[in-house]
């Protein structure tokens, strides 16, 4: 049996993040993990942000709501999923990912959870596990799945590195420079093909 798991933003859809940067005019919450690498530094930059413009929760999924898919991601999704099984792996939150997901017909998402306050401010961020995208994998290998995985960042690589097949879609020059043993994909189009002879390679 053969399973596909993806990163969601910058893969699939628009950065969060950027999109909050955009309607806001607060720059500095367009770092994502394509520029810093430690997840935790990032979420307690983007926490004080949030903090000192006085944005919550609600705020937030403000600009989700108007948020759709990368052209083409959601037939190249249902062209996937008619295949193989596919879970998205993302360190996003399911507080953000909702509409997002139903966008794209509701695919699996292993994803966090973020904590508000009675005022609806995003207080902390709870992780499901560290790693938790590689785990995934290494879980699915330990269940005799041969997993083929795509991501675009820093943090997807852990991923990449433990599937028996890892490539990059949309990502930027300093990630695929600091990781180059992942080939490098652009469009849907060369990650699909890319993905059919993955397949074909990993049934023999």
């Known amino acids: ?33 394509r520029d810093i690498a430690d997840y935790d530094q990032l979420m307690q930059q983007r926490l004080r942000l949030l903090a000192e413009h006085n944005l919550g929760m609600a705020d937030v999924q403000d600009v989700i709501k108007d948020l759709r898919p990368l052209d ?9 999923r008619e ?16 509409p997002l997901m139903a966008q794209l017909d509701w695919p699996t998402i292993f994803c ?10 995003i ?4 992780i499901r596990i560290p790693e938790h995208k590689r785990l995934a994998v290494d879980a699915l290998k330990a269940l005799n799945f041969k997993v083929m995985a795509a991501g675009d960042s820093f943090n997807d690589t ?14 930027p020059e300093n990630v695929t420079r600091a990781f180059p043993q992942f080939k490098t994909m652009a469009t849907f189009g060369e990650l699909k093909a890319a993905i059919e002879v993955a397949s074909r390679e990993l049934a023999d």
């Open 1 to 33: 049996m053969q399973i596909v798991c993806l990163d969601l933003e910058g893969v699939l859809v628009p950065e969060i993040w950027i999109g909050v940067a955009e309607r806001t005019g607060i720059k500095a919450l367009r770092a994502t993990t």
């Open 72 to 80: 083409g991601a959601a037939e190249f999704l249902a062209w996937l």
């Open 83 to 98: 295949r193989f099984q596919v879970i998205i792996l993302s360190d996003t939150f399911y507080e953000f990912a909702k």
């Open 112 to 121: 966090h959870r973020l904590e508000e306050d009675a005022a609806g401010r």
């Open 123 to 126: 207080v902390n961020y709870a």
């Open 158 to 171: 852990g991923m990449l590195g433990a599937a028996d097949r890892g490539f990059f879609l949309h990502a």
